[in-house]
């Protein structure tokens, strides 16, 4: 008869590793600080928590298109502390087959996406309640952006390649459109 697996749980796991070797190194990313396992169990408990608080509950499956950075690592410890189905998306990927991936990886939810918009000189910015609509129109509903950007300029490589870690580096700022502050919703 097979033993009782029910502990070997990733959220178990941590947290049992946590106590047991709490400033202990969990994971070291590139040349960054080592992040101890108290920090791990901590950060899955706040990522989780706040998946939660959107909703996403236990079979949930949520998409999630981040790159290879911390926040990754936080954001799938956290949706399985939920015992939510974690699908991860290539950042590689793009337009419609993007799309096409994303509606078909059955997710209930998705994680807050950023949209960048560099603007001609002189033109006026398109209103982001515009922007919202022609995405809603293409795009699964967890896929439609929460926040807007706009740019003098998306910084391109000299042969013309969107440089996304510069957008990511640059992050959200006081000028960043919100579309949850305003009150927008997008429905499923």
Known sequence: MAS???????????AQQARARGDQPF??????????????????NHVGNAFGQEGVAFGDTVAVMLHNRLEHLWTWLGLHRLGAVYVGINTAYQGRFLTHVLANAG?????????????????????????LA???????????????????????TPTQKIQKHRLRERGLSAATWDRASVGYTVRR
């Open 107 to 131: 997710a209930h939810v998705g994680v807050e996406v950023l949209a960048c918009l560099g603007l001609q000189p002189g033109t006026e910015p398109p209103k982001p309640e515009d922007i």
């Open 134 to 156: 022609f995405c809603v129109a293409r795009m699964p509903y967890f896929a439609v952006p929460r926040y807007i950007a706009y740019l003098d300029a998306i910084p391109k």
């Open 4 to 14: 009782d697996k029910s502990a070997w749980v990733v959220g178990k796991v941590l």
């Open 27 to 44: 994971i070291q990313f590139e040349d960054g600080a080592p992040s101890p396992y108290a920090q791990a169990h901590a950060m899955a």
